[in-house]
């Protein structure tokens, strides 16, 4: 199981990123995908996930009509768009495959296992 997430960058506040996580060694069919930040100083904190069969839970409210996780499972990949972005959107986005492998199991770090290296996301005000 590896992943890779991609797409970060410095952007202006107002701006977009699409990032990407590209999985190998499973099918996104079978397997759920969450996507976290880590902002500098702060803990890691959950930020979306789409399960197997695509139900796609948001967890932060600040996120709700700015973010949209999405998956091309031909391509074997989960996208996170974000749009509108803050300066309190920078932070280090990683991408995880939880415990129980298909569904998004909560928000808690801990109940994911496979993590990928992250990509930084700096917005400047």
């Known amino acids: 199981v590896q992943l890779q997430a991609s797409g970060g960058g410095l952007v202006q506040g107002g701006g977009s990123l699409r990032l990407s996580c590209a999985v190998s060694g499973f099918t996104l069919d079978s397997y759920a995908i969450g996507w976290f930040r880590q902002a500098p100083g702060k803990e890691r904190e959950a930020v979306s996930c789409?399960?197997?069969?695509?139900?796609?839970?948001y967890w932060i409210d600040s996120v709700k009509g700015r973010f949209t996780i999405s998956r091309d499972i031909a391509k074997n990949t989960v996208y996170l768009q974000i749009d509108s972005l803050k300066p309190e959107d920078t932070a280090v986005y990683y991408c995880a495959v939880p415990l129980l492998y298909y569904s998004c199991v909560g928000a808690r770090v801990g109940r994911y296992k496979y993590w990928g290296q992250g990509t930084l996301v700096t917005v400047s005000s």
């Open positions: 789409i399960s197997n069969n695509g139900v796609i839970t």
